[in-house]
């Protein structure tokens, strides 16, 4: 197959930048970019107040073919002020989105890394999250999968952690972290005796991407590999649709207030995990992915 093939093998999301995760993600060429890099389409806001400036804000959107079907794609930058979100970042991927209920791709994939909204444009950012929220339901209602990929060095967090969650389906590694507040943001408000974000250890078990499997926030955990997202992917678009009906989101929100009624008095993921039934829940966090997914296969993903 030729997701399995050396041009894709061998090559870390985690360390990848952008660019490079589309590189190997998609069939080799197929990519062709919307406003590239002679467009310069830098944030005004940043400008006038003096701070740097990338020339495609911090996200590429285009067109490409994976294993030969037609997607839209979109992969934030999380080395350009960690991927945080604008007003032109925005209407890149809020445009891209609304472009997909038009030419009716196979799947539109998102490659996340962000911590959030920009605050040096925190009005124009907080309406950007909501104008690509609207945009991704629509492409979902028109019947257009949205398959969001998470797994680089800063996580999906803020605003961008809310439109994760609103994808039809989540692809994740271990190293991969999903939120709404991020460790650093939760230590400033409450304090490090409530979350210390220091402690690597306690973050990755509490956001990291093994335990959002366990509780159904993302659907699959992969090695830190872009071949294997690519799979990982690829098997995605042979499920069926999620259902977007009310009685769908009903019961999402039923298995929501279950899990608070479960799990709100646990002080620790590990305490969640015993709770699903795992024998020596200490020791998860230190298998491998397919060890872990052994471990694991036959608990029930909350949520899922």
């Known amino acids: 197959m030729s997701d399995l093939s050396g041009r894709h093998r061998g090559h870390s999301y985690y360390e990848a930048n952008a660019r490079g995760r589309i590189t190997h993600l998609l069939d080799a060429g197929s990519f062709r970019e919307i406003l590239g890099p002679t467009e310069r389409l830098t944030s005004p806001h940043l400008e006038l107040l003096g701070l740097p400036c990338a020339f495609d804000d911090g996200i590429v959107v285009g ?22 979100v604008g007003e032109v970042h925005g209407a890149k991927l809020t445009g891209l989105l609304e472009l997909a209920v038009q030419e009716r791709p196979a799947a539109v994939l998102l490659l996340l890394e962000s911590g959030g909204v920009r605050l040096h444009e925190a009005n124009a950012g907080l309406i950007a999250i909501s104008e690509i929220i609207r945009a991704l339901l629509a492409a979902r209602a028109a019947g257009i999968p949205v ?8 996580g999906c967090f803020g605003g961008m952690g809310i439109v994760a969650r609103c994808c039809d389906s989540l692809i994740i590694n271990e190293e991969g972290r999903l ?19 220091a402690d690597r250890a306690l973050v990755w078990r509490t956001v990291g991407g093994k335990h959002r499997l366990l509780l159904g926030e993302v659907q699959r955990l992969v090695e830190d590999d872009i071949a294997a997202f690519r799979s990982a992917a690829l098997e995605t678009l042979e499920q069926p649709i999620q259902d977007l009906s009310l009685e769908a989101l009903e019961a999402e929100h039923q298995a929501l207030s279950a899990r608070l009624t479960d799990y709100g008095s646990c002080q620790d993921a590990t305490e969640i995990w015993s709770q699903l039934g795992l024998h020596d829940p200490l020791q998860l966090p230190l298998l491998d992915i397919q060890s872990f997914l052994k471990a694991t296969c036959k608990i029930g993903r909350e949520g899922a």
């Open 179 to 197: 939120g709404l507040s991020g460790p650093d943001v939760i230590e400033t408000t409450m304090g490090v005796e409530e979350f210390d974000a």
């Open 63 to 84: 067109h490409g073919r994976i294993d030969g079907r037609q997607v839209l794609i979109a992969s934030q930058e999380g080395g350009f002020m960690g991927g945080a």
């Open 147 to 154: 398959i969001g990929l998470i797994g680089g060095v800063y």
